[in-house]
C-alpha cells in the first residue's frame, strides 16, 4: 500500500494535468430557483501594465505576456442576462415540475461574445509560450466553456445544431458545454443549448 502523502501528492498532480490550457475561458452562472443569480467570465488578455513579479524583478528584459482577467456580478433574471451584445442570450422555464434553460449562442466572425473572452489565434499561440514556456502546449484559450450550476440534478443536456468540437454534457448540478473558438468563428446558425433539471 502507497503512503498517504504519496496518494495525496498525486491526486493534486492528476487535478493539475487536467487542467488544460483550453478551456481557462468562458462564463460560469450559478442559477438560483427563483432565476436569480451570478454570473462570472473568465477571459484571456495581454495585460496591459506590469505585474508585481515584473516592477519588482532586476536585470531581464520582459517581452511577453498573458493574463487571465475574471469578472463576477449578479443578475435579477436569468431571462435578461445578455453577453456579447446579445451574442449569449438565455431563456428558462422555472417550473415546479421539470425546470430547464435555453442559452442561445451566435456563431461567425462577429460573434462579439466570442472576441470579448478571448483575442484572435495568432495571440492565442503568443501567449501560449508564456503560459507554458516548456512549449507543450500551443495554444491557449482555443476552447470556451460556458457552465451553469442549477438548484437540482441535471439529467439532459444537447445541443443543436452539431458542430465540430461542440459538446454538451452535465455532471451532478451543473451542465456545461464547450465550444472550440473555431467552431464559434465560423459562419452558421446560431447554437441552441438546453439542459434540464
Known amino acids: 500500500m502507497r503512503p498517504p502523502h504519496l496518494i495525496a501528492s498525486s491526486l493534486l498532480l492528476a487535478c493539475l494535468c487536467s487542467c488544460s490550457g483550453g478551456e481557462l475561458v468562458g462564463v460560469h452562472v450559478k442559477l438560483q430557483k427563483d432565476g436569480t443569480g451570478v454570473v462570472t467570465v473568465r477571459t484571456l488578455m495581454e495585460p496591459a501594465s506590469t505585474g508585481a513579479a515584473e516592477s519588482r524583478a532586476q536585470g531581464?528584459?520582459?517581452?511577453?505576456?498573458?493574463?487571465?482577467?475574471?469578472?463576477?456580478?449578479?443578475?435579477?433574471?436569468?431571462?435578461?442576462?445578455?453577453?456579447?451584445?446579445?451574442?449569449?442570450?438565455?431563456?428558462?422555464?422555472?417550473?415546479?415540475?421539470?425546470?430547464?434553460?435555453?442559452?442561445?449562442?451566435?456563431r461567425g466572425p462577429d460573434a462579439e461574445w466570442v472576441k470579448a473572452l478571448v483575442p484572435d489565434q495568432a495571440a492565442r499561440q503568443q501567449m501560449a509560450k508564456v503560459y507554458d514556456p516548456t512549449g507543450r502546449t500551443r495554444e491557449i484559450g482555443d476552447v470556451l466553456r460556458i457552465e451553469?450550476?442549477?438548484?437540482?440534478?441535471?439529467?439532459?443536456?444537447?445541443?443543436?445544431?452539431?458542430?465540430?468540437?461542440?459538446?454538451?454534457?452535465?455532471?451532478g448540478k451543473r451542465a456545461y458545454l464547450l465550444v472550440p473558438v473555431r467552431t464559434a468563428l465560423e459562419a452558421g446558425e446560431e447554437l441552441e443549448w438546453s439542459f434540464s433539471w
Open 60 to 106: 531581464v528584459t520582459w517581452e511577453s505576456r498573458a493574463g487571465l482577467a475574471s469578472a463576477q456580478g449578479r443578475f435579477d433574471q436569468i431571462n435578461d442576462l445578455k453577453l456579447g451584445n446579445g451574442g449569449i442570450r438565455f431563456l428558462a422555464e422555472l417550473g415546479d415540475d421539470r425546470p430547464n434553460l435555453r442559452v442561445f449562442l451566435q
Open 148 to 171: 451553469v450550476s442549477v438548484p437540482g440534478e441535471v439529467f439532459a443536456s444537447g445541443v443543436r445544431p452539431s458542430g465540430r468540437g461542440v459538446e454538451a454534457a452535465h455532471e
